[in-house]
């Protein structure tokens, strides 16, 4: 339900206060499966095939959960569920390490929750942006957003290239779940509730 007196941004900046927090953890996320997880399980004994079943999972169940999440961002707000969401993907990253010593439930377990916690951000923290720029510059504002997303993409791998080759796997995956659960504290203190009446 649309928050009481809540109103649509008028044209032009919109002020600190109400502006939506931007950062997201997906392109960290997303680099971190991609490259550091196959090198993690695969160390610990896993095969090919399983190998790409975890890697699997992380998309289908974020693709496939942003349907109900979606809907739920609509029904009790959107920053519940971008900082829960974060807190999600954080405990998947744990779970990878913390049942390393059985690693194709490790990476099932940690691919699940990386999954339903990505598809809880996303689409809320996309509408959330949505919500606080007003029609005139909306486009502008979701494609800025975007820019930096998926920029993130690229820098996220470099990054983590770097952390494996310096520090070790384990310290990447450790690196990634404090900088995401960081990303949800952030969240949890800088995102507003501005969504405009829905009559």
Do not use: C
């Not at 707000?77 to 194709?104: E, H, S, T």
Request: avoid cysteine; charge should be positive; glycine fraction near 14%.
């Amino acid at each position: 339900m649309p928050t009481g007196g809540s109103r649509l941004a008028r044209p032009g900046r919109a002020r600190s206060r109400d502006r939506p927090y931007g950062a997201r953890p997906g392109p960290l996320t997303d680099g971190l499966t991609w490259g550091v997880f196959p090198l993690l399980f695969t160390d610990h004994g896993l095969g090919l095939a399983a190998v790409g079943l975890i890697k699997g999972l992380y998309p289908i169940l974020w693709g496939l959960g942003q349907i109900p999440t979606g809907h739920l961002a609509d029904r009790i707000g959107r920053k519940p569920l971008i900082v829960f969401g974060m807190f999600v993907q954080a405990g998947g990253f744990v779970l990878a390490l913390a049942l390393l010593d059985r690693p194709l439930l490790a990476g099932i377990l940690s691919a699940v929750a990386l999954g339903v916690g990505t598809a809880m951000v996303s689409p809320a923290l996309i509408a959330s942006i949505s919500d606080h720029a007003h029609p005139a510059w909306r486009a502008n504002a979701l494609g800025t957003y975007r820019f930096w997303q998926d920029i993130g993409y690229a820098a996220g791998a470099l990054v983590e290239g770097i952390l494996a080759n310096a520090l070790a796997l384990n310290a990447t995956v450790i690196a990634a779940a404090v900088l995401t659960a960081a990303s949800g504290l952030l969240a949890a203190r800088w995102i507003t509730e501005h969504r405009p009446d829905t009559r």
